[in-house]
């Protein structure tokens, strides 16, 4: 089992930048891929990012790909996001997955309870 925390959502204006955390809980946080994703009122939840297990691979989605940056810390539990050049579009909710597999798709076996982005125009 494990237990996720999403923190560091806020409102900011365009073109700024923010730092997600997702603290994990448990002892084996090395044995899972992570992965960020966000989702809007109305519309599916939708990937943003995914980190294998040592930290090794990233892969991010076509919208946010040079602005964006997943890492970890294995040693802290911690999955981050770093966004940058923030636009409106970038408004949702986000949410970080934890899987032994590393997958591009929602089929994540936990899940954080989300944080809220809000990007100003």
């Known amino acids: 089992q494990v237990q996720l925390v999403e923190s560091g959502g806020g409102l900011v204006q365009a073109g700024g930048s923010l730092r997600l955390s997702c603290a994990a809980s448990g002892r084996t946080f090395s044995s899972y891929a992570m992965g960020w994703f966000r989702q809007v009122p109305g519309k599916k939840r939708e990937f943003v990012a995914a980190i294998s297990r040592i930290g090794g691979s990233t892969y991010y989605a076509d919208s946010v790909k040079g602005r964006f940056t997943i890492s970890r810390d294995n040693a802290k539990n911690t999955v981050y996001l770093q966004m940058n050049s923030l636009k409106p579009e970038d408004t949702a909710v986000y949410y970080c997955?934890?899987?032994?597999?590393?997958?591009?798709?929602?089929?994540?076996?936990?899940w954080g309870v989300g944080t809220q982005v809000t990007v100003s125009s």
């Open positions: 997955a934890a899987d032994r597999q590393l997958r591009l798709g929602v089929e994540y076996d936990y």
